[in-house]
């Protein structure tokens, strides 16, 4: 039997900065690392989980949209991630803005593994008109 | 800049990072967390819907991974990887195919309560010389790493 999507449709206006969703935990493991590694064609990148996009997952699980477009994200390096860890994910709504008539919401996550090692924070902005990238470079 | 030398003045250009972006990288890329169905990253088909566009783009995160790379190779790991920020603004969506060098410029010293932040403005662009990112960075480097004040 399929699973019931519960998830709420996004209600901009009635999102609440500050917002502090469900811790996020999960085990980085050496392939995660090799596989980021090939995609960014870099073997010292330290900071895989940047493709992990935690700063969205658990807004992701609990709020359905239109879809997204990154305008701008921040990235603080603590110390690389290692394989084997699991890493607990905290994420928060920090800010939304309109711009131009469009709407953003910023996210901000903080992730630590098992031993208290803080890892990095990550803040990203997005647009939440995705269409908006087609009207702008393809029309 | 970076390796051996540390030393660091207003004005230095950051040695320039040229990424190939291919379809394969992006898919990579994604597939790195987990992610297995299809996206407006790797599938053309979602990204029409969701975007309005022809074909995929690669997720921003790509570029600021880029920028991360730059600047790690600028400052060394031993520094970066612990004191190392980048804050990125993506302009221009960068699509399977391109090719985008990312440059920097060293534009600020300050003294902090653990060392000397360094502060970098990036500059990304694709090969028509269109800008795709815009930002900054910094890292910052312990004073023992400095040359001594006189």
């Known amino acids: 039997m399929a699973d019931t999507d519960n998830r709420i449709l996004l ?6 900065v500050g917002e502090t969703f469900d811790k996020y935990e999960y085990v980085l493991t050496q392939e ?12 010292e990148a330290g900071f895989p989980t940047i493709a992990h996009k935690v700063d969205v997952k658990q807004y992701n699980a609990r709020y359905t949209d239109n879809g997204s477009v ?7 390096c603590y110390n690389p991630p290692i394989a084997g860890k699991k890493l607990t994910v905290t994420a928060w709504i920090a800010d939304k803005y309109l711009r131009r008539g469009k709407n953003y919401i910023v996210t901000e996550a903080v992730s630590v593994d098992e031993d208290g090692r803080l890892i990095d924070r990550v803040i990203t902005h997005e647009l939440k008109q995705p269409s908006e990238v087609g009207k702008k470079w393809e029309g | 800049m970076g390796g051996m030398t540390r030393n660091y003045q207003v004005g230095d250009e950051v040695t320039s990072l040229v990424k190939q972006v291919t379809q394969e990288a992006i898919n990579l890329f994604e597939s790195s967390a987990g992610a297995t169905g299809p996206s407006q990253f790797t599938d053309e088909e979602t990204a029409r819907e969701i975007l309005g566009t022809s074909g995929t783009v690669a997720s921003g995160r790509m570029s600021l991974t880029f920028a991360l790379e730059m600047l790690r190779r600028a400052f060394g790991a031993d520094v970066f990887n612990h004191t190392g920020s980048v804050d990125l603004r993506f302009l221009r969506p960068v699509r399977p ?54």
């Open chain 1, 11 to 16: 209600d901009w206006d009635a999102l609440e």
């Open chain 1, 70 to 76: 990154n305008a701008r994200c921040a990235f603080q």
């Open chain 2, 97 to 150: 195919g391109d090719t985008i060098t990312f440059s920097g410029r060293v534009t600020g010293i300050s003294r902090e309560a653990n060392g000397s932040k360094i502060s970098v403005e990036i500059k990304a662009e694709n090969q028509n010389g269109d800008t795709t990112g815009v930002g900054n960075g910094s890292a910052i480097v312990p004073n023992a790493y400095l040359p001594a004040e006189e």
């Open chain 1, 32 to 43: 995660m690392i090799d596989t980021y590694r090939k995609g960014v064609m870099d073997d």
